[in-house]
Nanobody, 121 residues
Framework: EERLVEFGGGLVQPGGSLRLSCAVS????????MAWFRRAPGKEREGVATVDSEGTTSYKDFVKGRFTISVDNAENTLYLQMNSLKPEDTAMYYCAAKGEYCSGPNRLNFWGQGTQVTVSS
């Protein structure tokens, strides 16, 4: 059974950094798309960044130049390095995955439980 578990959230001051981790277990497909999403209070869930098994990455404009998504295949872990954090980055962050490239037709079908990130002075 595939399982995703996020770690690394917390409280950070504006301008600070955090690194989120998403530990993946039970996933055997060598082809994948993995993503980070977030949901701020009172707002819809939104995508943040994606990476696939070819190493192709994409970012939403509001995090470009500040966030970096990466995957360590040996450790079965997805990361999101977040720098220059802003109060508007405050949200619950979720990782998600599917067994095809990100450009494929299917939805992400494996989700973690989320980790809270709060950016405040």
């Amino acid at each position: 059974e595939e399982r995703l578990v996020e770690f690394g959230g917390g409280l950070v001051q504006p301008g600070g950094s955090l690194r989120l981790s998403c530990a993946v277990s039970g996933y055997t497909n060598s082809r994948f798309c993995m993503a980070w999403f977030r949901r701020a209070p009172g707002k819809e869930r939104e995508g943040v960044a994606t990476v696939d098994s070819e190493g192709t990455t994409s970012y939403k404009d509001f995090v470009k130049g500040r966030f970096t998504i990466s995957v360590d295949n040996a450790e079965n872990t997805l990361y999101l390095q977040m720098n220059s954090l802003k109060p508007e980055d405050t949200a619950m962050y979720y990782c998600a995955a599917k067994g095809e490239y990100c450009s494929g037709p299917n939805r992400l079908n494996f989700w973690g439980q989320g980790t809270q990130v709060t950016v405040s002075s």
